[in-house]
């Protein structure tokens, strides 16, 4: 998927791109993803946030072993607390 370089985000020299699907495993729910766009070849999915439609509760997966820069966590981290839906409690 081609992102324009307006929805990009870049740290550490790389470019990451978010988005926001129906989540598969979990049909009652939201999710965010993170992918690792460029530069190529790109690392794919790196990061989700998941909401649970049915419990109200988030869940926070990471699907690489080496380290993301702090800032871009913590960006996502925003993002999926605007763009998911709140969560309950």
């Known amino acids: 998927m ?5 929805e990009r985000w870049h740290f550490g020299g790389r470019w990451y791109a978010t988005t926001l699907s129906g989540s598969l495993a979990n049909p009652d729910g939201m999710v965010l993803e993170l992918e690792d766009v460029a530069p190529a070849p790109g690392r794919g999915i790196v990061l989700a946030a998941i909401h649970d439609d049915v419990s109200g509760e988030m869940a926070f997966i990471s699907y690489l072993t080496e380290p993301l820069p702090f800032e871009l966590v913590e960006q996502f981290i925003a993002e999926a607390r605007r763009l ?3 969560i309950s409690g």
């Open 2 to 6: 081609s992102y324009p370089e307006s």
């Open 84 to 86: 998911l839906p709140p």
